[in-house]
């Protein structure tokens, strides 16, 4: 059942901090504070190169990933939605390591590529939800997320576990390639252990959150802007919100604004920014100054700090807790989900099984 919520995407949102908890749970070693990953058959020392495919919002945990593993790891990253890998057609070479991330362990294009590198001599390594998927099976190795079913056809929980496998498999790897001391691994695993109180005391911005998608609802396009590791976080939040609300919404990577779409600005579109106070963050703000001159409505999610230093004033703030940078893409999704659905529930759109969607697409 939907544990005495309305939509079994609400009660897969609050069931965050739990399944985030288990999932890290099953590879973090509280006594020695290091991650440890299940037994793989290849060692992670000698991967040069890894390739990162997905499709829809699993695609955004692999762009989070993509600047885990280079900024840490120090590891080159290529990265593709599964429609467009195979056909590109892209120079492999043998010995690489494939990562595959999908919350099914079905999905047509994922699956596909996934095929076609093992073709090709990868080593293939799946983050699946669904133990016993496909995916599973055909992978050389497999990690998985402890998320439980996932009902709600917009995926909440499969997206926040399946970043804590990637940044358990960033430590591990960046261990493995000598970048990372045990202080480092040690201040990183911090990060991530917190994760799960901190999901937690964000789920009590729900009410907050629920009072700002009243303005939302009221929007015919939404714009939603991050930098780094908070720019897949951006679009995650718009297909969140165009999936189950039906509103247009795109993502864009705060700098990129004044390369054309502020020329959509005005005092009708909801401009959603995700800035954690981090090693960006100026840049950030100096975005967020340009849309808030030119009249438009800025929804601002930070922490206390942030908001000090944005130096003007937003329609909208959301004060969240101060959180580690290295694990606030995971903390972020949520008052992007939490968002999303109470404008979705505003517009009275079927939450749980949007129009023209499935929950596991299993045709290219
Ligand atoms: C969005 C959503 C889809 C899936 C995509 C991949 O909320 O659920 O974009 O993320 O269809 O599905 P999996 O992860 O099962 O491969």
């Known amino acids: 059942g939907k544990g005495g919520h309305r939509h079994y995407m609400l009660k897969e949102i609050y069931e ?20 440890t990953l299940p037994p793989l058959p290849f060692a992670l020392d000698d991967v040069e190169r890894v390739t990162l495919i997905a499709c829809g919002t699993s695609s955004y945990a692999a762009m989070v990933a993509r600047y885990w593993i280079e900024s840490i790891a120090r590891v080159p990253v290529d990265l593709d939605v599964g429609s467009e890998f195979r056909y590109r057609d892209p120079p492999l070479q043998a010995g690489g390591l494939a990562l595959f991330i999908s919350q099914s362990g079905e999905t047509a294009d ?24 496909t995916m599973a099976r055909e992978s050389d190795a497999v990690l ?14 499969a997206f926040t576990t399946q970043l804590v496998v990637l940044a358990c498999l960033t430590i591990a790897l960046a261990r493995a390639k000598g970048q990372l001391d045990a202080d480092g691994e040690a201040r990183l695993s911090k990060g991530l252990t917190e994760v799960p109180a901190r999901a937690a005391e964000i789920l009590k ?37 165009k ?34 106070s981090d090693g960006l963050f100026d840049k950030t703000a100096s975005n967020v ?76």
């Not at 998985?144 to 929980?157: D, N, Q």
């Open 16 to 35: 965050q901090p739990q399944v985030i908890g288990d999932t890290l749970n099953a590879m973090f070693n509280p006594v020695e504070r290091t991650i």
């Open 144 to 157: 998985t997320t402890l998320a439980g079913p996932e009902i709600g056809v917009a995926s909440t929980k």
């Open 110 to 133: 994922t699956l596909a590529a996934l095929r076609h590198c093992k073709a090709k001599g990868l080593r293939c390594l799946s983050i699946v939800n669904v133990a016993e998927s």
């Open 243 to 276: 999936e189950i609300s039906y509103i247009h919404a795109e993502g864009y990577a705060a700098g990129e604004m004044k390369h054309g779409p502020i020329a959509l600005i005005d005092e009708t579109v909801p401009v959603i920014v995700i800035a954690p």
């Open 289 to 364: 100054q340009e849309v808030v001159a030119r009249g438009g409505k800025v929804i601002f999610l930070s922490d206390s700090e942030g908001n000090r230093r944005l130096g003007v004033t937003p329609a909208f703030s959301v004060v969240l807790p101060a959180v580690d940078p290295f694990v606030a893409p995971i903390l972020y999704a949520i008052p992007v989900q939490l968002l999303a659905y109470h404008v979705a529930v505003i517009k009275g759109t079927d939450v749980d099984q949007p129009r023209n969607l499935a929950k596991s697409v299993t045709v290219e």
């Open 205 to 241: 911005y729900d009410e907050d959150l629920r009072a700002i998608a009243q303005t939302v609802a009221e929007a015919r396009d939404v714009l939603y802007l991050g930098r780094g590791t908070a720019f897949p976080i951006a679009l995650e939040g718009a297909l969140k919100l």
